[in-house]
């Protein structure tokens, strides 16, 4: 059996930490290849097809205005700037005059976790949100499913 069948993504339970929406998916840790948070973070954005990174990035820049760095980078995975990195998480963030965003892959004994916080700016910002979250939901886990099978 493959590692995306046998290794489930789940939506859990995060604590908002002051976050205006917060989200997050796990997939046990059993099984997974040896990969840093950072190295998982670009498996997830930077792997994914082409047509896939365009629309990600697309979204992100046109829907959301996110102001991103530079798609090929040490410093920014797919344009979101590193701003933690270490053996058990890292931290991507962009902001745009809408809201901030911040991406969290924390790697421990018993599972990967992808959690999403974004800050809203005003109301338009909640607004958006609103729109991206249902596509968000969706694509975190696809693009996790994704990036184990590939590492796999």
């Known amino acids: 059996m493959s ?12 604590d908002p930490a002051g976050a205006h929406y917060a989200s997050a998916f796990a997939v046990p ?8 948070p950072v ?13 896939l990174r365009r629309c990600l990035y697309g979204g992100w820049r046109g829907g ?16 979101w700037l590193v701003t933690e990195s270490g053996p058990d998480a890292v931290t991507l963030e962009a902001h745009s005059p809408l809201l901030t965003a ?10 990967l976790t992808w959690s999403t916080f974004v800050h ?10 609103a729109s991206a979250a249902p596509l968000h939901h969706q694509a975190i886990p696809l693009l996790l499913r994704r990036a184990i099978r590939k590492a796999a």
């Open 64 to 79: 959301l205005g996110l102001r991103l760095g530079p798609r090929v980078s040490a410093q920014h995975v797919l344009g």
């Open 120 to 129: 809203f700016k005003n109301p338009v910002g909640r607004a958006v949100w």
């Open 102 to 111: 911040r991406n969290m892959v924390r790697l421990d004994h018993s599972s």
């Open 39 to 51: 190295d998982w973070a670009r498996a997830v954005f930077e792997k994914a097809p082409a047509v």
């Open 29 to 36: 840790a059993t099984g997974l290849p040896h990969l840093l």
């Open 3 to 14: 590692a995306s069948r046998s290794l489930p993504v789940r939506r859990v339970r995060v």
